[in-house]
């Protein structure tokens, strides 16, 4: 069930995304430009990039993703951090997943990014670590949840190596694992609950 704060990130997105398709100063004034931090200290970037996209495809898939899945990790969260904990822990998701891209290619004048991804990989991964067996539909297909985030993070490695695409594959990677430990260490119970739910239908 969604609540207000996952919905306003959604819409706040959504709407700096629309404005920078039809704005290219906007755009280029957001995403992640890593000389731009460098030289001028527009650090603000590291967050800023995930407020607009490269198309509306690339908007929608990674809106839909936060709409069904953000609405669990906000809940959880916020009991234990208040409900700004929910907004912080999604700039740090932002920061955190593109932080080894930009150290790479701070010297890059060729290197961009832009999109959501790496925090919607975070919220997607803490769903996961809380409902490992439930079904998630891909391509309209159920897959259950462990199921498609070993999948996910296969793909992501396999990619990441080739470079054979501009997707930052690193920056799903690294949001996956940054939304599991964030909760794992604000609750540890989450980990013994998890194996736990892992081992049920094995024991069953």
């Known amino acids: 069930m969604n609540s207000i704060i996952n919905l306003s990130i959604i819409a706040v997105t959504v709407a700096v995304s629309l404005l920078a ?21 527009q650090y603000y970037r590291l ?3 995930g407020l607009v996209h490269a198309d509306a495809q690339h908007l929608l898939f990674n809106m839909i993703t936060l709409y069904f899945f953000g609405g669990l990790s906000e809940q959880l969260i916020s009991q234990y951090l208040g409900p700004a904990g929910y907004i912080l822990f999604y ?34 991964f803490i769903y996961v670590l809380l409902a490992p067996w439930s079904l998630i539909l891909v391509f309209f297909i159920p897959v259950p949840a462990i199921v498609f985030a070993a999948l996910y993070i296969g793909y992501s490695i396999y990619m990441d190596r080739r470079r054979t695409d501009n997707v930052n594959h690193s920056a799903h990677l690294i949001g996956a694992v940054f939304g599991m430990l ?11 609950n998890f194996f736990n739910q892992l081992l049920a239908p094995l024991a069953g």
């Open 182 to 192: 964030f909760v794992i260490v604000m609750e540890p119970r989450l980990l013994g």
């Open 91 to 124: 700039m740090a998701a932002l920061v955190v997943s593109i932080l080894p891209s930009y150290l790479q290619n701070r010297n890059n004048p060729q290197y961009l990014s832009l999109g959501a991804s790496g925090a919607v990989s975070a919220v997607l």
């Open 47 to 49: 967050v800023t990039y």
């Open 21 to 41: 398709f039809q704005r290219q100063d906007l755009l280029r004034e957001l995403l992640l430009d890593p000389l731009s931090i460098q030289r001028r200290g």
